[in-house]
C-alpha cells in the first residue's frame, strides 16, 4: 500500500507538466490507497474529480517540479474536506461523547480528561451508561488511572438523572466530559435516551466516537446522531490498529465538522489531537506531505526573492558572467537537484532540454560545491570577464582553490554552455522570455 502511489509519482520526478496519462494513473493509485483505507466511494470520486481537475488546469509554480505540484494538490484538496482539529478551547466548558456500543466512547472520556488535566485544566467525567452492565466500573478504573474526577452511580438507571447529578456534584470542576451508553445498533431508544442527555447537558462540544475500522456505516450513524443532537467533531479510535480510519471521513462531511482527537491504544495516554497531515499521509500511505507543501511555498518564495538581486533582464541584455552564474547555483542550490531544478523553469523541458549534451544536467552538489570554492578563488576581472581565463590562469585558480585544473575547466565549460542557452532564448521574444524567467 501506498509504494505503487510512490512508484507513480517517482515516474513524475523528472518532468515540469504533466500529461492527462500521468494524471490519470496518479489518481487512480490514489483512489486505490483511499478505497483500501475505507474512505467512502462517493467521497473518493469526488477528490479525484478535483484533483484531476486541478492538477491538468493549474500550472506547477515555478520552483517547483510535476510531482511536488500533484502531492500539493492532493494535499489541499484532502486537507479541504478534513479540515484542522475540532476547536476546543482551554478553557471551562462540557463535552458529550455519543455513538455505538464498542466504539470506545468511555476509553475515549477518560484519555481526553487526562489530555485535559495535563493542559492544566481540571476535568470530570461522568458516566451515564446504565446499559451495559460494567460501564460504571470500568469508567471508574480508567479515571483512576488517567487521575482524573469521576462520577457514576452503579444503582442508578435513569441516565438523565445521572448526568444531571453528575453536573451537579462535579460542579467545581472546569471541564465537564459526559459519557453515553452505546447500542449495538442505532435504535429508537438510544437516540431518544441521549437527546434527553443533550438537553440535560447542553454540551458545548458534542463529539461523535467512531472505531476507524469502520467502513460504509459511518455515514447513516453520523446522520442520525447530527439530526438528533448536533456533531460537532469525531474522534477516531483503534488507530493502533490496522485500520487507517477513512471511513469517519464520511462522517465528518456528513455532519460538517471536523476531527478532535485520535485514538492510539488502551491506555489514557494513548490519545493524539487530531493533526490532518499526519493522518492525510496515513491514509495515503506517505509520509512527509505536510513538508513537501512547505517546501513547495518554500521555493517558490525563494525563487521571488532571488528575482530582487538577480535582474534575468541584465543578463538579456548584456553578456552573462560567472557571477550571474554563481547566483543562478546558488538559487538552484537551495531548491534540490539540478535536474529536477531545470524541470521546474517553466518553458524549459522538452525541446530546449534535447537540444542540450547528455551530461549538461549532470550537475551534482559535489560539483556545484567545487564551482563555488573554484570562483573564489577568481578576481573579479575573471569572474566577469570569463572567457579571458587562459591555460595560466587555470594553473594558478586550480592552485589557490585545491581543486583540480580539470574542475576549474569544467566550470569554465559549464558556463559557456549556459552562455549558449541564454543565446538560444535572446532568439525569443523579449516579452516572452521575461514572463518565462519571472514566472
Ligand atoms: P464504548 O462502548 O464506546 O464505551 O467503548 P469502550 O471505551 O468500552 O471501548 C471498547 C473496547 O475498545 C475496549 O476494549 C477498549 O479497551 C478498546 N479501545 C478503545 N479505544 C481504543 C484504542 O484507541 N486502541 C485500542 N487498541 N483499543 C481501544
Ligand atoms: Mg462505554
Known amino acids: 500500500l501506498g509504494s505503487s502511489l510512490r512508484g507513480t509519482l517517482s515516474k513524475l520526478q523528472g518532468k515540469?507538466?504533466?500529461?492527462?496519462?500521468?494524471?490519470?494513473?496518479?489518481?487512480?493509485?490514489?483512489?486505490?490507497?483511499?478505497?483500501?483505507?475505507?474512505?467512502?466511494?462517493?467521497?473518493v470520486m469526488d477528490l479525484s474529480d478535483s484533483i484531476k481537475q486541478r492538477a491538468l488546469d493549474e500550472d506547477p509554480p515555478a520552483g517547483t517540479s510535476a510531482?511536488?505540484?500533484?502531492?500539493?494538490?492532493?494535499?489541499?484538496?484532502?486537507?479541504?474536506?478534513?479540515?484542522?482539529?475540532?476547536?476546543?478551547?482551554?478553557e471551562p466548558q462540557t463535552i458529550l461523547l455519543a455513538g455505538l456500543q464498542g466504539s470506545g466512547k468511555t476509553t475515549s472520556a477518560a484519555k481526553m480528561a487526562w489530555w485535559f488535566s495535563k493542559k492544566g485544566l481540571r476535568p470530570a467525567v461522568i458516566q451515564t451508561d446504565t446499559f451495559r452492565?460494567?460501564?460504571?466500573?470500568?469508567?471508574k478504573q480508567m479515571c483512576e488511572r488517567a487521575e482524573v474526577e469521576f462520577y457514576g452511580d452503579p444503582d442508578a438507571d435513569d441516565p438523565v438523572e445521572i448526568a444531571r447529578e453528575g453536573l451537579e456534584q462535579t460542579s467545581e470542576r472546569d471541564v465537564?466530559?459526559?459519557?453515553?451508553?452505546?447500542?449495538?445498533?442505532?435504535?429508537?431508544?438510544?437516540?431518544?435516551?441521549?437527546?434527553?442527555?443533550?438537553?440535560?447537558?447542553?454540551?458545548?462540544?458534542?463529539?461523535?466516537?467512531?472505531?476507524?475500522a469502520i467502513g460504509q456505516g459511518a455515514k447513516d450513524q453520523a446522520r442520525e446522531f447530527e439530526n438528533s443532537i448536533g456533531i460537532n467533531g469525531v474522534v477516531i479510535t483503534k488507530l493502533?490498529?490496522?485500520?487507517?480510519?477513512?471511513?469517519?471521513?464520511?462522517?465528518?462531511?456528513?455532519?460538517?465538522?471536523?476531527?478532535?482527537?485520535?485514538?492510539?491504544?488502551?491506555?489514557?495516554?494513548?490519545?493524539?489531537?487530531?493533526?490532518?497531515?499526519?493522518f492525510i499521509s496515513r491514509l495515503l500511505g506517505m509520509g512527509d506531505l505536510k513538508q513537501l507543501s512547505e517546501r513547495v511555498e518554500r521555493a517558490m518564495r525563494e525563487t521571488q526573492a532571488?528575482?530582487?538581486?538577480?535582474?534575468?533582464?541584465?543578463?538579456?541584455?548584456?553578456?552573462?558572467?560567472?557571477?550571474?552564474?554563481?547566483?543562478?547555483?546558488?538559487?538552484?542550490?537551495?531548491?534540490g537537484p539540478l535536474d529536477q531544478v531545470i524541470d521546474m523553469i517553466p518553458g524549459f523541458g522538452g525541446s530546449i532540454r534535447d537540444q542540450l549534451p547528455d551530461d549538461a544536467m549532470d550537475v551534482t552538489q559535489d560539483r556545484l560545491r567545487d564551482f563555488e570554492v573554484v570562483m573564489d578563488s577568481m578576481t573579479d576581472d575573471e569572474l566577469e570577464n570569463p572567457r579571458s581565463v587562459g591555460a595560466e590562469r587555470v594553473q594558478r585558480i586550480a592552485r589557490g582553490s585545491g581543486k583540480s585544473e580539470d574542475r576549474v575547466r569544467e566550470l569554465l565549460e559549464q558556463h559557456q554552455m549556459m552562455e549558449r542557452m541564454l543565446k538560444q532564448f535572446q532568439g525569443m521574444g523579449d516579452s516572452d522570455m521575461q514572463r518565462m524567467m519571472k514566472k
Open 176 to 212: 465537564h466530559i459526559v459519557d453515553t451508553a452505546g447500542r449495538h445498533a442505532l435504535e429508537e431508544d438510544l437516540i431518544s435516551e441521549i437527546e434527553e442527555i443533550n438537553t440535560v447537558v447542553d454540551p458545548d462540544t458534542s463529539l461523535l466516537v467512531l472505531d476507524a
Open 67 to 90: 510531482r511536488d505540484h500533484v502531492l500539493r494538490i492532493v494535499y489541499e484538496e484532502m486537507t479541504d474536506l478534513i479540515g484542522e482539529s475540532t476547536k476546543l478551547p482551554l
Open 133 to 139: 452492565p460494567g460501564a460504571y466500573d470500568q469508567a
Open 240 to 278: 493502533d490498529g490496522t485500520a487507517k480510519g477513512g471511513g469517519a471521513l464520511a462522517a465528518v462531511n456528513e455532519t460538517d465538522s471536523t476531527i478532535a482527537f485520535l485514538g492510539t491504544g488502551e491506555t489514557v495516554q494513548d490519545i493524539e489531537r487530531f493533526e490532518p497531515s499526519g
Open 306 to 335: 532571488e528575482d530582487d538581486d538577480w535582474e534575468p533582464e541584465d543578463v538579456m541584455k548584456g553578456q552573462f558572467t560567472l557571477n550571474d552564474m554563481r547566483k543562478q547555483m546558488q538559487a538552484m542550490n537551495r531548491m
Open 16 to 43: 515540469s507538466r504533466l500529461s492527462e496519462e500521468d494524471v490519470q494513473e496518479v489518481v487512480k493509485e490514489i483512489q486505490r490507497s483511499l478505497l483500501q483505507a475505507d474512505v467512502d466511494v462517493a467521497l
